[in-house]
């Protein structure tokens, strides 16, 4: 496998976990009190934008040729780790 290729499927993962535990924070904010359900809305609105920044980084990857892709990889892991260090705040919150 190349190294492009697993380092795609990596980033892949990551993105999917993070969208299991978006679908578990809205979940929480389903049955969260009014006033609170509106914050709560607000940050979950906040990382699906993250995640959708991440996910065309990611496309730009995966549409790159082999010589081009190391080129785009700061500014994946650059969101990536934007997008995580926001799902680790708004989990918080929701605690």
Same mark, same amino acid.
């Given at each position: ?5 697993? !380092?795609?499927?990596?980033? *892949? ?16 904010? %389903? ?5 609170? *359900?509106?914050? !709560? !809305?607000?940050q979950i609105n ?19 040729? %082999? ?29």
């Amino acid at each position: 496998m190349s190294t492009k290729k697993a !380092y795609e499927q990596k980033q *892949q993962a990551q993105l999917n976990e993070w969208a299991a535990q978006i679908k578990k924070l809205k979940a929480k904010a %389903d049955v969260a009190q009014a006033d609170a *359900q509106l914050e !709560y !809305y607000r940050q979950i609105n906040e990382l699906r934008s993250m995640q959708d920044v991440a996910t065309n980084k990611l496309n730009e990857i995966e549409d790159a040729s %082999d010589g081009a892709w190391e080129d785009l990889k700061a500014g994946m892991d650059s969101a990536r780790n934007s997008f995580g260090n926001a799902l680790k705040t708004a989990a918080s919150r929701f605690n």
